[in-house]
């Protein structure tokens, strides 16, 4: 499975753009890149993915770089709800048939009012 | 809609006891995933279904550890003769069988082993 790179916790003021980096040096040409975010006793909540090009939903931006071995997201105007750990993964297929979801540690961002 | 849903929300049981953990994925979701989260820790991989198939159990900590999904819906996962490191979140997740389609989490339940 490609590794993920997060640092452990970052900062982010208030109705600022939080951009979160996340290194996948290893990624293989098939696999996606997927952000999942969780906040306090709560289930991990799916964010996007992508593959190659940059992708926009309502809840953010994932821009992935061209060698495909980093990527950032971007929640454009963070807001204290936004606090939560960020969790960078690459989605492997295990050969059994199954895509199970490999989380490391994140990121716990935390958003500054 | 209603998202995945899982029960109970908390658990204690005394060391020893058998504990059954309930998870309703998504209606019409085919793959259904269990993960273990301890704390401060991700969520770790135990056991993936496709409809009523368990096709890996690859992640199932000892045989202590039993999944089952009779129907392809509902699924439940036991721990017999429960330990005190059985002590964990468990997640249950599904989604559409499309592997590229994103998984859907439970809000899990919190499992405390005296």
């Known amino acids: 499975d490609a590794k993920t790179t997060q640092p452990p916790s970052m900062d982010c003021a208030e109705g600022r753009a939080a951009n979160l980096p996340c290194n996948h040096s290893t990624i293989s040409g098939n696999e996606y890149v997927y952000w999942y975010r969780q906040i306090h006793s709560q289930g991990p909540q799916y964010i996007i993915h992508?593959?190659?090009n940059n992708e926009t939903n309502e809840m953010a931006s994932l821009i992935i770089t061209e060698d495909r071995k980093s990527s950032t997201l971007i929640l454009p105007h963070a807001t204290l709800r936004d606090t939560a750990v960020y969790y960078c993964i690459v989605r492997a297929y295990s050969g059994a048939g199954s895509y199970q979801l490999t989380f490391g540690k994140g990121t716990k961002l935390s958003v500054i009012p | 809609g209603a998202g995945v849903s899982q029960s109970p929300r908390y658990k204690v049981a005394k060391r020893g006891q058998d504990v059954a953990l309930r998870c309703d994925p998504i209606?019409?979701?085919?793959?259904l995933f269990w993960y273990q989260q301890a704390l401060g820790q991700g969520p770790e991989f135990l056991t993936y279904?496709?409809?009523?198939?368990?096709?890996?159990k690859s992640g199932l900590p000892s045989d202590r550890f039993f999944a089952e999904r009779p129907e392809g819906s509902v699924s439940t996962l036991k721990i017999q003769r429960t330990q005190q490191e059985d002590s964990a979140v468990y997640l249950c997740?599904?989604?559409?069988?499309?592997?590229?389609?994103?998984?859907?989490f439970g809000d899990g339940t919190r499992l405390s082993i005296l």
């Open positions: 992508g593959l190659k």
């Open positions: 279904f496709q409809n009523e198939a368990q096709l890996d």
């Open positions: 209606s019409g979701h085919v793959s």
């Open positions: 997740a599904s989604s559409q069988l499309d592997r590229n389609q994103p998984q859907h």
